[in-house]
């Protein structure tokens, strides 16, 4: 099932290649792609189209994983960066760049990796007592999340009006006028995490099922908590540097391909193929939505989202009152 996920994801990636103002057939597509396009096309696949598709696989493969790892760790299927508060760290360090010091570029992406980082660091100190208990570290993430949601606000209610659109356009989460650097921000943290958090594939298995059952199966679970964790941070601090906040998509993409693949471990390779194939998939609807303007893909990964979590509460409490 991840296989075909990934090739569902590859496929919307050469629609969006083909599709937009300017229309070109796949045949010239996939010339220019080798090298052997005239330079009309390699402008539009190669300079305009290829790295907003890029960014879109990379940074929705990132949320996936990351998603995956942190609903593992929690036990809990609200286990998310969007509700643990790592992607709003993320958007106030990039909405301090912008605001206060008038950065742009990397300026603004390194600031949003710096900001989730020390968010997650805050987190878990504040959920620290004698150990990290998942519980805890939602409800801090929570509340922790809401203070800076009501401070990012305050940032954009105090700028100046070109600057507060800037920046909300930001935090809606985008993949439009991206280029190389912002591939080079995503890809490089999934090239060198993915197969660290893949090698600690057993742990996270085992640790699902509790902090005892782990040790008693001989996993160091102190140590590879921090490590999962850490890799699960730095990839949704560089997803949210190169596309923005993009909301839902780290939650939905691990339930969507569990149910899809049936599969009963973290399916940390599943939820990275469905979180490419929301993010590009999203990024086609998003381009047609309106035809005179190109809305940012936040918007339909919230509209998705949104749906999809009603859908989900709905079905656990359902669940608890049969139980």
Same mark, same amino acid.
């Given at each position: 099932?991840?296989?075909?996920?990934?090739?569902?994801?590859?496929? #919307?990636?050469?629609?969006?290649?083909?599709?937009?103002?300017?229309?070109?057939?796949?045949?010239?597509?996939?010339?220019? =792609?080798?090298?052997?396009?005239?330079?009309?096309?390699? %402008?539009? #696949?190669?300079?305009?189209?290829?790295?907003?598709?890029?960014?879109?696989? @990379?940074?929705?493969?990132?949320?996936?994983?990351?998603?995956?790892? %942190?609903?593992?760790?929690? &036990?809990?299927?609200?286990?998310?960066?969007?509700? #643990?508060?790592?992607?709003?760290?993320?958007?106030?360090?990039?909405?301090?760049?912008?605001?206060?010091?008038?950065?742009?570029?990397?300026?603004?992406?390194?600031?949003?990796?710096?900001?989730?980082?020390?968010? /997650?660091?805050?987190?878990?100190?504040?959920?620290?007592?004698?150990?990290?208990?998942?519980?805890?570290?939602?409800?801090?993430?929570?509340?922790?999340?809401?203070?800076?949601?009501?401070?990012?606000?305050?940032?954009?209610?105090?700028?100046?009006? $070109?600057?507060?659109? $800037?920046?909300?356009?930001?935090?809606?989460?985008?993949?439009?006028?991206?280029?190389?650097?912002?591939?080079?921000?995503?890809?490089?943290?999934?090239?060198?995490? @993915?197969?660290?958090?893949?090698? =600690?594939?057993?742990?996270?298995?085992?640790?699902?099922?509790?902090?005892?059952?782990?040790?008693?199966?001989?996993?160091?679970? $102190?140590?590879?908590?921090?490590?999962?964790?850490?890799?699960?941070?730095?990839?949704?601090?560089? /997803?949210?540097?190169?596309?923005?906040?993009?909301? %839902?998509?780290?939650?939905?993409?691990?339930?969507?391909?569990?149910?899809?693949? &049936?599969?009963?471990?973290?399916?940390?390779?599943?939820?990275?193929?469905?979180?490419?194939?929301?993010?590009?998939?999203?990024?086609?609807?998003?381009?047609?939505?309106?035809?005179?303007?190109?809305?940012?893909?936040?918007?339909?990964?919230?509209?998705?989202?949104?749906?999809? @979590?009603?859908?989900? @509460?709905?079905?656990?409490?359902?669940?608890?009152?049969?139980?």
């Amino acid at each position: 099932m991840g296989l075909i996920l990934i090739l569902l994801a590859m496929s #919307v990636g050469m629609v969006n290649l083909a599709s937009g103002d300017i229309p070109l057939p796949f045949a010239d597509v996939l010339r220019t =792609l080798i090298g052997q396009g005239d330079p009309g096309a390699e %402008f539009i #696949v190669l300079d305009l189209r290829l790295p907003r598709v890029a960014v879109g696989l @990379l940074a929705g493969a990132a949320l996936g994983v990351s998603g995956a790892v %942190f609903q593992s760790l929690t &036990r809990n299927p609200l286990g998310s960066p969007d509700f #643990v508060g790592l992607t709003v760290g993320a958007a106030t360090g990039a909405l301090l760049a912008i605001l206060v010091f008038n950065a742009s570029g990397l300026s603004v992406a390194a600031s949003a990796i710096v900001g989730c980082m020390i968010t /997650s660091v805050l987190i878990y100190l504040l959920a620290f007592r004698d150990g990290v208990q998942p519980f805890r570290l939602i409800l801090m993430g929570i509340g922790v999340s809401a203070l800076l949601e009501a401070f990012n606000s305050f940032l954009i209610l105090r700028a100046r009006i $070109e600057d507060a659109v $800037e920046a909300q356009v930001w935090q809606i989460g985008s993949v439009g006028g991206r280029d190389l650097l912002h591939v080079a921000i995503v890809g490089v943290p999934l090239l060198v995490v @993915l197969p660290l958090i893949l090698r =600690l594939g057993r742990s996270l298995t085992m640790m699902r099922l509790g902090d005892e059952t782990a040790a008693l199966q001989g996993v160091p679970v $102190e140590r590879d908590r921090a490590l999962l964790a850490l890799g699960a941070v730095v990839l949704a601090a560089a /997803s949210t540097a190169a596309a923005g906040p993009v909301s %839902f998509v780290a939650l939905a993409a691990p339930h969507l391909a569990a149910r899809l693949s &049936r599969g009963s471990g973290p399916g940390v390779l599943p939820a990275a193929a469905m979180g490419a194939l929301l993010m590009t998939g999203s990024d086609w609807v998003a381009q047609r939505i309106l035809p005179d303007q190109d809305v940012p893909v936040g918007v339909v990964t919230a509209a998705v989202g949104g749906a999809y @979590l009603t859908w989900l @509460l709905v079905a656990e409490w359902r669940r608890g009152r049969r139980g």
